[in-house]
C-alpha cells in the first residue's frame, strides 16, 4: 500500500466516523500534499535511475571505442608475463623461531615484514624467487 492510498484510507476512516474536528482535516490535508509530493519524487527518481542507466551503458560503449576493447580475447597476451603472480601465496621460515609465515605478493613485492611469532624483521626478494626457479 502507497503512502497515498494509506492516506486515503485515513481520510475514509475519519469520513465514516463522522469526525468534525478541524486539526484532523488539517492533518489530512498535510498528509495528502505529502503523499503527492512523495509520488512525485518517486517518479523523478525513477526518471533518473533510467538516465544513469543509459548514461552508464554510453560510457562503456565509449570506452570500447576509445580503448578498442569489445573483447577480452581481442587482448595479445605476452606469454612471458605471469598473471596469476598478484595471487600467488609466498612461503618463509623464521630463522629465529622456525614459525612458516604465508605471505601474499603484495606482501613479498615490499621487501620484508616482521615475523608474526617472534617480531624478527625478515628481508626477502622476488628477484631471488624467480632466480630460484
Do not use: W
Request: net charge negative; with cysteine; glycine share 4%.
Amino acid at each position: 500500500m502507497t503512502i497515498g492510498e494509506k492516506v486515503s484510507y485515513i481520510k475514509g476512516l475519519a469520513e465514516g466516523l463522522n469526525v468534525n474536528d478541524k486539526v484532523i482535516d488539517a492533518i489530512l490535508d498535510v498528509l495528502t500534499d505529502i503523499a503527492d509530493n512523495l509520488a512525485e519524487v518517486d517518479e523523478e527518481l525513477d526518471d533518473v535511475a533510467s538516465v544513469m542507466t543509459d548514461l552508464e551503458e554510453s560510457v562503456a560503449d565509449l570506452e570500447d571505442e576509445v580503448y578498442d576493447l569489445d573483447d577480452e580475447d581481442d587482448y595479445d597476451y605476452d606469454e612471458d608475463e605471469d598473471y596469476d603472480e598478484l595471487d600467488e601465496m609466498y612461503e618463509t621460515t623464521c630463522p629465529s623461531c622456525n614459525n612458516t609465515i604465508r605471505f601474499d605478493y603484495e606482501q613479498a613485492a615490499s621487501g620484508g615484514m616482521d615475523c608474526p611469532n617472534c617480531g624478527q624483521h625478515l628481508e626477502f626478494s622476488l628477484e631471488d624467487d624467480d632466480d630460484a626457479e
